[in-house]
């Protein structure tokens, strides 16, 4: 196995899904000759050709509508959004044409459709270009919602997007691009809507996905110091959303933090929480906790921002006051 | 065209005034729920439009959609059992009025977010232009439709990627109840396409041979790899936007001087002024037309509701 970034790991599953199958396209705002505003698609030009990687105007419904519009015909296209504060110009193809058409219309139009796009704060972007709106998009029913936090499950989850006949919104973390880990070479596929164990453990849970995975897994590292043996489940994906394996956690640990970089309100916390409750109540031996980002537009300035997104000490000090 | 050919337009103008007559009907009993956006007026828009399609020609268009679902082979049947939630409609009861679809008939709906399904119909042509098939994508939405952002982006779009797309602007002169000399910059609609370089044109809507004959112009150009054309139609609906309009922004006096100018009567006119058919052998079309409507009333009132099995069915493909 190499040991290979999210970058590498993200160009080499979108490279060989397109070698693999020529109806696989991308189209996206600097995806082609500039190679991808993160450097993802650098050398598709050249190799795959403009028919196969489409620069696209700044026209973030058109794209959308245009990938929706190509994958009910047939194709399997990945539009690449910037960045996932872009996708609110095209909520209404997301949320309203994407998400709807297959049940809408009774089945008769399938959208192997992926969505990749980036989130997440920390490079001081601003209020507008920082957002993690991961829980907006994961409210529809069918749409899928797909956070990658490790390099391999980066690969794995993408070369099965790519692959899935349903639409689905893939989204990457802007500072996880240089993260490295272990990923398989070839053919190496991640199921959606399968949750994981990523560190096994057995005084507290933490339920986590996305760069909030890199954070937790320090803070367990830290907490280990302290004898505090920590369990993180990784969601991986946020719909369908795999409760089984925190479940099954909890139920053995008795106590959960749970780790989001967006919003505590109406976030992706309030829902598994409201889960744990519902599913395993019985089980409870302390109040579950959620680390979410304050409540505020991101500031520019880093000292400002920093205070606003989650960190490995709000993690430390969440799971202490659940034990 | 053969005589065939010219009696099936007739027919199918009728079949949809008829089966729009019914439609309005069975909304005033409540068997049909939600919204109704009858076509009324405007048959010879779509109907002269579609005739000029070939198979592979691919046709989507926005929610008022009954007349354009009929043109494109949908029976009445499955029309008016899709108006009336049934599991024998279109999109088995779950679409409605405004959704109505066929894929196997290359009718890609029914789109009921005003000007969403234009960016949808680049994505449709530039399968064909990947693939290099050689069809259009034929797209139709109201003046209305003109005005929202999506409109300009897509037409921009579809000229930048050179993609074979029909741009027909059916112009009602009403988006809701506001005229178009009320929300467009333009009246004439068709200046917006050259704002994008695009070769347009414009035709009365009322005179079916006249559609006919300029789409089947356009259509064999963006066939041919030319590009995006636009198409403005001048129509107008003798009905309300939807059932219930109060109708507050137009004097009837307008809606009766468009009347006279009904399209169906224009095409008979010419039918046997041209002497190509004779009143009689129209009046049999016309009965079974009406013939045909009624069927389609009986089967679709007739027809089951879907089950409870169907809530869950086709949120994903992978369930």
């Not at chain 2, 009696?7 to 949809?16: D, G, Q, S, T």
């Not at chain 2, 059992?81 to 008939?105: F, N, P, Q, R």
């Not at chain 2, 050689?134 to 209305?144: E, K, L, S």
Request: proline share 4%; with cysteine; charged share 25%.
């Amino acid at each position: 196995m190499a040991r290979i970034t999210m970058r590498e790991a993200i160009s080499q599953a979108l490279w060989e899904e397109m070698e693999r199958d020529p109806n696989v396209f991308i189209m996206g705002e600097e995806v082609g000759v500039w190679g991808g505003t993160y450097a993802v698609t650098k050398g598709f030009y050249d190799h795959f050709g403009p028919d196969r990687v489409k620069d696209t105007p700044i026209s973030e419904a058109a794209i959308i509508g245009a990938a929706i519009g190509s994958s009910i015909a047939g194709l399997r296209p990945v539009a690449e959004l910037m960045t996932i504060n872009f996708a609110f110009s095209a909520m209404d193809h997301i949320v309203n044409e994407a998400a709807k058409m297959h049940y809408m219309f009774n089945g008769q139009m399938v959208l192997p459709l992926v969505i990749r796009t980036v989130g997440g704060g920390g490079r001081q972007l601003g209020a507008t270009h920082s957002q993690t709106p991961d829980a907006i998009f994961a409210h529809f029913p069918g749409l899928k919602v797909v956070a990658p936090g490790t390099p391999a499950d980066a690969k794995g989850l993408l070369k099965a997007a790519i692959r899935s006949n349903d639409p689905i919104l893939f989204i990457e973390h802007s500072t996880l691009y240089q993260t490295r880990g272990e990923v398989p070479e070839g053919d190496y596929i991640v199921p959606i809507g399968k949750s994981t164990v990523q560190r096994p453990g057995k005084d507290v849970t933490i339920v986590t996905y996305s760069k909030m995975l890199e954070l937790s897994l320090k803070a367990a590292d830290e907490l280990a110091k302290e004898g505090i043996d920590v369990e993180i489940v990784d969601l991986r994906s946020l719909r369908p959303l795999d409760m089984g394996p925190v479940i099954e956690s909890f139920k053995k640990t008795n106590r959960a933090v749970i780790v989001e970089e967006g919003w505590k309100s109406f976030g992706i916390g309030s829902e598994i929480m409201s889960r744990i409750y519902e599913e395993a109540f019985d089980y409870v031996d302390a109040p579950i906790k959620r680390v979410a980002q304050k409540e505020v537009p991101l500031p520019y300035n880093h000292t400002l921002e920093q205070m606003a997104i989650p960190n490995v000490s709000d993690i430390i000090k969440a799971v202490k006051e659940v034990l | 065209m053969e005589k065939e050919a010219y009696l099936r337009l007739f027919y199918e103008m009728v079949v949809i005034r008829r089966m729009e007559e019914r439609a309005a009907e069975l909304y005033q009993q409540g068997k049909i729920g939600g919204f109704l956006h009858l076509y009324i007026g405007q048959e010879a828009v779509s109907t002269g439009l579609i005739s000029a399609r070939i198979p592979a020609d691919r046709v989507i268009t926005a929610y008022r959609d009954h007349g354009v679902a009929y043109n494109c082979g949908i029976s009445a049947k499955r029309i008016l059992a899709e108006l009336l939630g049934k599991a024998t409609g279109t999109s088995g009861g779950k679409g409605g009025s405004m959704h109505l679809a066929d894929v196997t008939k290359n009718y890609w709906g029914g789109h009921a977010i005003v000007g969403a399904h234009l960016p949808l119909a680049n994505g449709l042509a530039l399968a064909d232009q990947y693939k290099k098939q050689a069809a259009a994508t034929i797209c139709m939405f109201g003046d209305g439709a003109t005005n929202i952002g999506y409109f300009h982006e897509a037409l921009n779009m579809s000229k930048v990627w050179n993609l074979p797309v029909l741009w027909v602007c059916e112009n009602n002169r009403y988006g809701m109840g506001t005229s178009i000399e009320r929300a467009s910059a333009v009246s004439e609609i068709r200046q917006k396409a050259e704002g994008y370089g695009m070769t347009n044109g414009c035709v009365d809507g009322m005179d079916l041979m006249a559609v006919r004959e300029i789409a089947d112009a356009m259509l064999k150009e963006v066939r041919s790899g030319k590009g995006p054309m636009f198409l403005e139609i001048e129509t107008y609906r003798f009905r309300g936007h939807s059932m219930g309009d109060p109708e507050k922004y137009r004097k009837q006096s307008e809606v009766h001087k468009w009347q006279e100018n009904d399209p169906i009567g224009i095409y008979e006119r010419f039918l046997v002024a041209s002497k190509i058919t004779t009143d009689d052998e129209l009046e049999v079309q016309a009965q079974l037309a009406e013939k045909e409507v009624q069927e389609a009333v009986e089967f679709a009132e007739s027809s089951p509701e879907p089950g409870a099995e169907e809530l869950f069915r086709h949120i994903y493909v992978e369930d």
